[in-house]
């Protein structure tokens, strides 16, 4: 039963491939199935992977900017001419650019920033990068987002390291976790998922980045190798780092063992028919490749890094965890999956609390919070 209408406006950078980008669409079609007028504000369409996925209701604004220290404009006229009230941002630079706005033009705003990374190792990776957002990007988010109405952190341990970075929000953060996709739901509910033929690979997700640490995977494949003489890795993704993780493979000897997949729009089939989905990050925001893996019946290996994988896996039930950076604890725990079986209704009960039509419930409370 649709409520009475409310106005709810949500920003982000882009509709591109990413986590928060899937979390943004996912609670902005609740919104709108629940009978809120939904405003969803974007930078810019150069990527828009997730733009059919989202609802026909929800009435979608491109600020036409390349990068959000661009946005200053477009952006003040979209406040000063709709007035919202309350705005969900999904960006670390778009949180900061708001409360900037916010402060110099005495707009009546409530800014509700979800915090889409461990903060304090992105702001260490921030240091490193070049002069604009060393000495500018990073001092705007150290300073600003303290002026935030309230956090929303995706994991306990997110929150635990957000309120040691800013003690004054410990009041004004709470956790709610991401949600998986409806997309994946609405598969799961329609398809036989028990009866799936496994295929003789394990799998990796994500960006191929120094933070997703693919590197450990590839030296964990080389540890279970010979144990294992059909088995196959498959690296789905891009980024700056394929030409070296290829170089590492090559080294090791695996590249004919190794599939580098690249990008992949519909993800679904890769989960599963995998053996096992693993996670070598240094730090993550909250895995949700994690997740998905596990509703779609595979098991899943994971460093316990910050954060989110200690309160995602279920030891024997939907997975193992690792040792951070421990190698050889990786090379058991996957020899250790693989043989494995896995019951898929008790592994489907592990992540029960991360449906979607319960996290759209604690939104909505957040929202509710702020009249």
């Not at 899937?22 to 930078?43: H, K, Q, R, T, W």
């Not at 919202?84 to 409360?99: M, N, Q, R, T, W």
């Not at 490193?128 to 600003?144: E, T």
């Not at 540890?223 to 090791?252: H, M, T, V, W, Y």
Request: contains cysteine.
């Amino acid at each position: 039963m649709k409520i009475n209408k409310h106005k709810i406006v949500l920003l982000i950078n882009s509709l591109a491939g990413g986590g928060a980008e899937g979390v943004c669409v996912s609670i902005a079609n609740s919104f709108a199935a629940n009978g809120y007028e939904v405003d969803l504000i974007v930078l810019n369409l150069n990527n828009e992977v997730y733009l059919n996925r989202l609802s026909k209701e929800i009435n979608l604004i491109v600020l036409n900017v390349n990068n959000a220290r661009y946005s200053f404009l477009s952006l003040l006229k979209y406040l000063i001419k709709n007035k919202p009230k309350k705005i969900i941002v999904f960006s670390y630079e778009l949180s900061a650019i708001l409360v900037i706005l916010r402060s110099l033009f005495r707009l009546k705003i409530k800014i509700i920033s979800r915090n889409i990374n461990t903060l304090s190792k992105k702001i260490k990776f921030l240091e490193q990068q070049n002069f604009w957002i060393r000495y500018v990007v990073k001092n705007l988010i150290y300073y600003s987002y303290q002026k935030i109405d309230y956090v929303i952190n995706q994991c306990y341990a997110m929150k635990e390291d957000l309120n040691k970075l800013y003690p004054q929000l410990s009041h004004k953060s709470g956790v709610i976790y991401n949600p998986i996709s409806n997309h994946i739901l609405d598969y799961v509910n329609l398809n036989d998922i028990k009866n799936v033929k496994k295929e003789n690979y394990i799998l990796c997700v994500g960006r191929l980045e120094k933070q997703k640490a693919f590197h450990y995977a590839i030296e964990g494949f080389a540890r279970i190798k010979n144990k294992f003489p059909s088995l196959r890795l498959k690296i789905l993704g891009e980024g700056s780092l394929e030409k070296e993780l290829k170089q590492k493979a090559n080294d090791l000897k695996l590249l004919d063992r190794i599939d580098f997949e690249g990008f992949q729009k519909n993800i679904i089939p890769y989960y599963l028919h995998a053996r096992a989905t693993v996670l070598t990050s240094f730090y993550e925001g909250f895995p949700n490749s994690l997740l998905e893996s596990i509703i779609l019946g595979t098991p899943v290996v994971s460093f316990d890094c910050l954060c989110g994988p200690n309160e995602i896996i279920k030891k024997g039930i939907n997975g193992y965890l690792v040792k951070q950076e421990d190698i050889s604890d990786l090379e058991n725990k996957l020899s250790l999956v693989i043989k494995s079986r896995f019951d898929i209704e008790k592994m489907s009960l592990t992540v029960e609390k991360f449906k979607l039509d319960k996290i759209f419930k604690h939104y909505q409370k957040i929202l509710n919070s702020f009249t």
